[in-house]
C-alpha cells in the first residue's frame, strides 16, 4: 500500500497534474484534445501527466473506439484522506455531531 500513497502523492505532487484533475472533476470523460484544448500545456505535456495520473489509479482511460477518455478516480484520494486526515479528525467531528444532536433536541423540546 505504501507503494500505492508515494504514487499518489506523487503525482499530486505537480500543480499541472492536479490542473488536469481539476479539469476532469468538471467534465468527466474527456479526450486528450478536449483536455488540451483548457490549458497551457503541450499535447505531449498532457500525455505525459495523465500517464503519470494513471499509475497512481487517479485517471482511468476508457477506450470507445478510436477515442480515448479519460475519467477521474477519486478513490485513491479518498484513501489518503482516510489514512492521514480521518484519524487526527475522528474526534472533532464525533464532538461536532454530538453537539448536534443536542442542539436539535433542544430545538424539538
Known sequence: MGDD???VFKALADPGRRLLLD???AENGQTLGQLCAHLDMTRQAVTKHL???EEASLVVPVWRGREKLHYLNPVPIQEIAERWVGKYEKGR???LADLKKQLEGD???
Open 5 to 7: 500513497f508515494d504514487k
Open 93 to 95: 467531528l464525533r464532538l
Open 23 to 25: 479539469r476532469l472533476h
Open 107 to 109: 430545538a424539538d423540546g
Open 51 to 53: 500517464k503519470v495520473l
